[in-house]
């Protein structure tokens, strides 16, 4: 019997679609499924009154193998992320409608695409795009949702759950598998059974806990370990604990591929530093490093490639986490003084030895688990881009021997967290930058001061100094003002707290338990009754529109000098207008040096050569102060005020009441004003 080209085609046609369903029948395509009832059972409800699911975690085709006999037609299109790039996108449209369609079809564009799927509409299909990655994939392959025929059932996989958003009718998220599940899909490729094989239960266990309930770690793991003989699981057992399965790694690193290059920083900072760390701290940090922390958090989320624990800590799965540590490995195999990120032992050999370089941007380190270590003057100067340095202690562990030099070079200016357990030196080094800062921890350290005058502490948020008890006095924290918490548990020199503290806004908590010399908290002002006052260094006036009674101005600063200042000091005022006019020349305010400042001080004094010069020709001026000591060092103003005085004896005595002076003082600065009432 001869039959004619479109019989020989729908014969064709026939066949394969009976091979087709066959295939899916087969009981080879469960083998080895594992631990997916739940999911299948929750799909085929769905399925009932949605048309589009996507689900975030997990694909493969065992997922869908049990429901594919209910459909006319089903396509299933495995890795789709790497097919795209290895034949296109067009191709893999084109694949996939010939699939559908059971026959070949010519190239079609977008236009086209919407009317094979329209064509579709008469049957029941099934399609499943595996592992998606972009939305240029979904809108090549399936069009938007309206396109879909209502007999047609989409499915998609992905790591990144934005690509759902408003593509499906539901999200599904795949659970990790439990430890039972995980057993026996490990065992079925393990030892082709359900259980271990006698005399490997222990070695097993191990292989398990290892692969975290990663079906494709099992599968991986399982398949290397089959048919060996019980040292040879030890030995591979011995070597992942220390050289991660290059296979395994090699997959799960398809997520981390599709990061642009600041998500993959941020990636590679959780594996080394943020895992198990508070979320909304290592925002903080990571937005101070320029990384747009929120955005790539979440990218990050939505590929699974981290979790958020109900406490707000970050999540990294520990193969994810070694694959993030192979990553930076493979930056430059021998020498790991040319690696971004360093850890453990190969934190210690770098530190050890000296062979830090300007790629080292992130240092960790467990002190407890060093017998000792030597650091040369010069360590940190060789890193300028050292970003976090963590050099700690576990709880209720001891470090092991520091040998350094008395003095240290300049640490990284780049430093966002400084965290040293039991740092050895009295402060830190003079040319200290802070600038970037967002964390500062120093538990247990020999600092009496960390470092003199005023910092630029835009970006600081916690400082933990808990347990220094050789701390005198905190820095003039005044321009930290987004610093939150600051910790000074046990600090049992320190007799004063910075009054700067006590100003800032965001300041959340101060825990002070155990300051045992600690005499007050109570911060010196700018006397309340001055008019005008602030908390800067400068301060700008109006000046009244009747002034024939003005009898002169009063001036107030605060000092903050740092704790062993040993040069006298003078007060200097720049009067200008509020354009920057100079008005009048720099003008010292007190004759005489002062000496011996080792807490705030206010100065409060009448001037009447300044007064008489300008407060007759001017409406609105700026006072500009600043502290110098004999050498030229600046003393931080905590505040400054000024004070219109008129000709009132009344008003006269009333300011020298409600100034706090010593009976000499009023009566000398009382006798400064007398001269002109």
């Known amino acids: 019997m001869s039959v004619g080209t479109d019989d020989s085609q729908a014969i064709h046609n026939i066949v394969n679609d009976v091979l087709q369903k066959l295939y899916f029948l087969n009981p080879n395509e469960l083998k080895g499924i594992v631990g997916i009832d739940e999911t299948i059972q929750h799909l085929e409800l769905s399925l009932k009154s949605v048309r589009a699911i996507g689900i975030w975690g997990m694909g493969g085709k065992g997922l869908f193998a049990k429901l594919f006999p209910q459909y006319d037609s089903v396509c299933f299109m495995p890795n789709i992320s790497e097919e795209s790039k290895r034949i296109g996108l067009t191709s893999l449209r084109n694949k996939l409608f010939s699939e559908l369609l059971k026959e070949e079809i010519p190239l079609f564009d977008v236009v086209g695409s919407t009317v094979i799927m329209r064509r579709l509409g008469s049957k029941r299909v099934l399609l499943v795009l595996d592992d998606v990655d972009s939305f240029e994939q979904l809108e090549c392959l399936c069009g938007e949702r309206g396109d879909l025929g209502e007999d047609i059932t989409l499915i998609v996989t992905t790591r ?87 296979k395994i790694l090699n997959v799960l690193k398809v997520s981390y591929d599709g990061l642009d290059s600041l998500e993959k920083k941020i990636f590679l900072d959780i594996a080394f530093f943020f895992k198990d760390k508070d979320k909304h701290q290592a925002v903080w940090i990571l937005d101070a490093c320029g990384f747009f922390a929120v955005s790539g958090l979440d990218i990050l989320i939505d590929k699974s490639l981290v979790t958020i624990s109900h406490n707000n800590t970050i999540q990294m799965h520990d193969l994810l986490q070694e694959m993030g540590w192979d990553i930076v490995r493979k930056e430059c195999w021998g020498n790991p003084g040319r690696r971004s990120r360093l850890r453990a032992n190969e934190a210690y050999d770098v530190l050890n030895n000296n062979k830090g370089t300007d790629v080292v941007e992130v240092i960790t380190l467990d002190l407890s688990q060093i017998v000792d270590l030597q650091l040369s003057a010069d360590t940190f100067n060789r890193m300028p881009n050292l970003r976090f340095l963590q050099l700690y202690v576990p709880g209720g562990k001891r470090s092991g021997t520091l040998y350094h030099c008395r003095v240290l070079e300049a640490f990284s200016d780049e430093l966002r967290y400084f965290e040293w357990d039991g740092f050895p030196l009295s402060s830190l ?174 100065f409060i004094w009448y001037d009447s050569f300044h007064s008489d010069r300008i407060l007759h020709y001017y409406n609105r001026l700026r006072f500009e102060f600043f502290v110098t000591t004999k050498n030229g060092e600046l003393i931080s103003i905590q505040e400054c005020g000024v004070h219109l005085m008129r000709v009132s004896r009344s008003e006269f005595y009333k300011f020298l009441r409600e100034t706090r002076m010593n009976v000499d003082l009023k009566l000398k600065f009382g006798l400064m004003l007398d001269t002109k009432v």
């Open 160 to 246: 990144d759950k934005h690509l759902l958003s408003g593509r499906v009718d539901e999200i599904y998220e795949v659970n990790q598998r439990s430890f039972e599940e995980s057993r026996e899909l490990f065992c079925l490729h393990a030892f082709k059974t359900r259980h271990p094989q006698e005399g490997y239960e222990g070695l097993s266990n191990r292989a398990i806990h290892y692969a975290k309930g990663i079906p494709l770690a099992l599968k991986v793991l399982g398949s290397h370990l089959y048919s060996r003989n019980r040292e040879f699981w030890k030995s591979t057992l011995r070597k992942l604990d220390k050289y991660p399965n290059e």
């Open 429 to 602: 080094p003079p040319n200290f930058c802070a600038q970037h800062l967002v964390v500062i921890r120093m538990p247990h350290s020999h600092v009496k001061e960390l470092w003199q005058g005023v910092q630029d502490l835009v970006n600081l948020e916690a400082i933990d100094l808990r347990e220094c008890k050789q701390l005198v006095k905190l820095p003039d924290l005044s321009r930290a003002s987004k610093l939150v918490l600051v910790n000074l548990y046990g600090c049992e020199s320190l007799s004063d707290v910075d009054p700067s503290v006590l100003s800032l806004e965001a300041l959340e908590s101060l825990i002070l338990d155990n300051c045992i010399k600690l005499k007050s908290l109570t911060r010196s002002r700018v006397p309340t009754h001055l008019a005008h006052r602030t908390k800067e260094s400068s301060i700008t006036i109006e000046l009244p529109s009747q002034r024939a009674d003005l009898l002169g101005l009063v001036y107030s600063v605060v000092l903050n000098p740092p704790p062993t200042m040993e040069q006298g000091a003078k007060i200097h005022c720049q009067c200008r207008l509020v354009d920057g006019t100079k008005v009048g020349n720099e003008i010292t305010w007190h004759q005489e040096a002062i000496w011996g400042l080792d807490s705030d001080h206010v």
